[in-house]
């Protein structure tokens, strides 16, 4: 199999530095492969197969694991809105609103000079398709800042050594050099983070904060604020609406505009103690709930008690009444 021959001394100085566990270069990768040479017969090799647990194996594996209620009430609560659980769920950051924002604008913008120019007027299809690529693009480019805005906020994180202050054992910098970030004292993850953000341009800070249907919700001024600004809005587009025949999709859009930031204007005081339905009832308490929870919710209680003419639960009410005052009481 090997045989001596004549080299020259180029060649021999090269094999004198060949390393002897260099398997790269004398054999390829076929020894360093963990895969097994087999011959495929149609069955499974036993060094591939998963190992079969016997039935009383599974039956030990079931006994001894915990008993757990899907859907129990802490999990109902995990699963509501994002406004009861607001440090558990994404929200937009400042740049992403802005972002989006911009996206919608342009979409318009474009879509309506695109219509305008009448460029592809002759056939309507072909201008809803143009319109829809106008929208695909713009919402490409979004999605890019998105990502840009990560990706840089990724990077401050993963080079945190370089960028936090060091120069003594308590500081930032051998604090992250010694401890995983979730070990750290809540004050110290809250310097970091705003060290880093610091760091990073302005345009690139995540921040996140309450969108407005959240603080419509819990603020009654910033909700007149906004319904307010709806209501301008209506009355400065009337008049074009009804020049280009766009009355009703106008009403349309201040009608979503209107549900966006109270969807429960309609449950008031007066239609509460003017009803006369359990289901009505039933119905608008749980949109309270969902919206903010406030003092209607116990006003439906109430009304509900007076129909049924249950004296305990009227009692209860008052009692409820009592308590939110406390809670409420700065």
């Given at each position: ?81 994002d406004r009861l659980n607001a ?60 990502v840009k805005c990560i990706r ?145 919710i116990l006003d439906i209680y ?29």
């Open positions: 199999m090997l045989s001596r021959r004549a080299v020259s001394k180029l060649t021999s100085g090269a094999v004198v530095c060949q390393r002897r566990y260099d398997h790269d270069r004398w054999y390829g990768h076929a020894l360093e492969l963990d895969t097994h040479n087999y011959r495929f017969t149609g069955e499974v090799p036993a060094w591939m197969k998963t190992r079969q647990r016997t039935e009383e194996e599974t039956k030990f594996a079931k006994s001894i694991l915990p008993h757990v209620d899907f859907a129990s009430s802490y999990e109902c609560l995990l699963f509501d809105a440090s558990q769920n994404r929200k937009e950051f400042g740049n992403e609103i802005k972002f989006r924002l911009e996206k919608q604008s342009n979409t318009v913008a474009r879509a309506q000079q695109l219509v305008k120019d009448g460029t592809y007027a002759k056939d309507p299809r072909v201008e809803d398709s143009m319109i829809a690529r106008i929208f695909d693009e713009e919402h490409v480019q979004a999605e890019m800042k998105y840089a906020n990724e990077l401050a994180e993963d080079n945190r050594l370089d960028i936090l202050p060091g120069g003594s054992a308590n500081s930032l910098r051998e604090k992250t050099r010694w401890n995983v970030n979730t070990e750290l004292h809540p004050s110290d993850r809250s310097e970091i983070a705003a060290r880093l953000t610091a760091w990073l341009p302005e345009k690139y800070h995540i921040v996140y904060f309450d969108d407005f249907q959240t603080v419509a919700a819990n603020d009654a001024k910033a909700r007149e604020e906004m319904t307010a600004i709806v209501a301008n809005v209506e009355k400065e587009y009337t008049e074009e609406a009804k020049a280009a025949g766009y009355t009703e999709d106008l009403k349309q859009v201040v009608q979503e505009l209107y549900e966006d930031v109270d969807p429960t204007r309609h449950i008031t005081s007066q239609a509460i103690a003017e009803s006369t339905s359990l289901e009505q009832l039933e119905d608008w308490s749980r949109l309270v709930h969902e919206y903010n929870g406030d003092d209607r109430a009304r509900a008690a007076t129909i049924t003419k249950n004296a305990e639960h009227a009692k209860l009410v008052e009692q409820m009444r009592a308590w939110r005052k406390l809670s409420t009481k700065i």
